[in-house]
């Protein structure tokens, strides 16, 4: 029987709270018509809104309960000593409209933030801004296509962009007022160097590689991709959601990109997920490193004062003041913890884990692409045996598993895609779970295939329909609803 809700526990008279006395003048209420009286507001104890709201956190799934392979998105453990960083009073109580002189510890740590990003990614220059990866991307695209402006190059309009990307690169460019082309793979999941040749042109202005890609491989051709590009006139973006699988190992500016976004809310831990916050900080090379947003966090010489400074072609502010700040403290925090020698480890332990992984669960799915992969992996959803059965019916079994889903049906270029990202926090027994889960599911589709398309069984919400749930919002939950 399941738990009544908080309006079911309601009763006319009960109160939760005890109000003081009142001490200041009385008013007179809206009009009637102003009243919500249609509100079914319930008249609950206090014990029962702590019950209710605690029985609700217990039905949430989150990274400190367990595995949450959704690949490309990097769902690690969070340690807590960031959050203990971001609430420190230096930090939570400051205002951006402070004087610069008020607030050098922000500005030093700032400045030691882009200094940390620079020495990961071999750039020039980083700007802190952009609030999530997305808008970090959208930044980048804008400093190209200025850059090119400025060289009065404005007939450079085209921007390639792999088929195996992220969808919001094309939305990036579009919104940029750019033109997107579409590259193919090649049979190996890298980008097809004979399309990139034959879109090649005096109209290109850059391309946009994700590297590893979504399919979590390293493209074996970076190099010469980034020659060819730059040999046209065109600058290369780097996204970088992936650098969880390369950092200290390898850095972006050293393969060829001239701008690249960073997830610190991925690659360096702070929370993510519903929404937000996030953080994309942009890193520069030489060639566009005076058109990054501002303003950054500047130091005249090693015993100077920290100031903010606008770079001299900047293309102006992406966002209100700094960037996120609580989030770029966690990021901090956390490269300050593991240091260089400690995240390069964490990148190889991704990469391990993912390639442990994959090597149990291609014998049971098709791997579409048999090689050594980085930090994630991609499998088909088919199973020999099961024609009916699909890839959103194993993730939704994995639920009665206790195991978060992976990520469906991206990428695109993948049938029935099911892209898992273990990341480096998982234990072996971990990864074992969930590969055991895997294994069990695969049989099941052969024996008993109607486990898999009525699951799951034991969540609190059984299995929605997600055309109808997308076309008919139902926004608030109403007490007299039939269905």
Known sequence: MSEPIIYELGAAGRRGAALPALDVPTAALPDEESLRNELPLPEVSEVDVMRHYVRLSQLNYGVDIGMYPLGSCTMKYNPKMNED?????????????????????SLALMYGLQEALKAISGFCGVSLQPAAGAHGEFTGILMIRAYHLARGDAHRDIVLIPDSAHGTNPA???????????LKSDGRGNVDLDDLKAHLSNRT???????????????????????????????????GANLNAIMGIAKPAELGFDVMHYNLHKTFSTPHGGGGPGSGPVGASEALVDFVPGPVAVRADAEGPYSLVMPSQSIGRVKAF???????VRAYAY?????AEGLRQASEIAVLNANYLQSILKEVLPL????????????RG??????????LDISKRLIDYGVHPPTNYFPLIVPEALMIEPTETESKRSLDHFAQAMVGIVQEARTAPELLHEAPHHAPIRRLDEVRAARQLVLRWQPNAQD
């Open 335 to 339: 490269i300050c913890m593991l240091g």
């Open 205 to 239: 202005a850059g391309m946009m590689l994700t590297n590893p890609n979504t399919l979590g491989l390293f493209d074996e051709h970076v190099l010469e991709i980034s020659e060819l590009v730059h040999q046209a006139g065109g600058l290369m973006y780097g996204d």
């Open 368 to 379: 579409p692409y048999d090689r050594t992969c980085m930090h994630e992996f991609v499998l």
């Open 85 to 105: 960083a971001a609430r420190l009073a230096g930090f939570s109580h400051v205002h951006p409209y402070q004087p610069a002189e008020t607030v050098q510890g």
């Open 322 to 328: 700094y960037g996120h700040f609580g989030v770029i």
């Open 172 to 182: 990036t460019t579009s919104m940029a007022g750019l033109t997107m082309v579409e």
């Open 382 to 391: 088919q199973i020999e045996g099961a024609p009916d059965v699909h890839a």
